[in-house]
């Protein structure tokens, strides 16, 4: 899966449909998206197979956008779950730009989230830290 990107669009019809044609006219394949809208506004959080055109393509459009690292963990399927899990980050100013149920399996619920610093949120969370070669991710 590709860099997340999450956009900010005027909550009205067309606005979504635009951008997505627009990638689509650039070649470029959605592989995950998920939205909502709230008042005026409306956010959506996808993932594409071509971060760099995208990333092109939404700023030719004056879309406004952020991007962040993606990170899936797995928490007990409970009440209370997902709170814990976001205040741990809020409490070390890692800020959540984007977050999806992924999926759930017997008495586990999987997330998928961006943050703003991903090697804090890892610290943070017990995860592996990122490994980098040659200056790669």
């Known amino acids: ?20 044609r627009a990638l689509a006219m650039r070649g470029i394949s959605i592989q995950s998206i998920a939205g909502s809208a709230a008042g005026d506004k409306m956010c959506a959080m996808l993932s594409t197979d071509d971060d760099a ?41 890692v800020n959540i730009t984007g977050i999806l149920v992924s999926g759930r399996r017997e008495t ?6 961006t943050v703003d610093d991903e090697a804090l949120a890892r610290e943070v969370l017990g995860l592996p830290p990122i490994h980098t070669v040659s200056g790669a991710r």
């Open 53 to 93: 055109t995208t990333r092109d393509v939404l700023h030719a459009m004056g879309v406004p956008f952020v991007e962040g690292d993606t990170l899936c963990v797995e928490v007990e399927d409970r009440p209370g779950s997902i709170a814990e899990l976001t205040e741990k980050l809020s409490r070390v100013g």
């Open 1 to 20: 899966m590709g860099q997340p990107f999450v956009i900010q669009l005027d909550n009205r019809p067309g606005e979504l449909a635009h951008v997505t």
């Open 108 to 113: 586990k619920v999987q997330v998928a989230f």
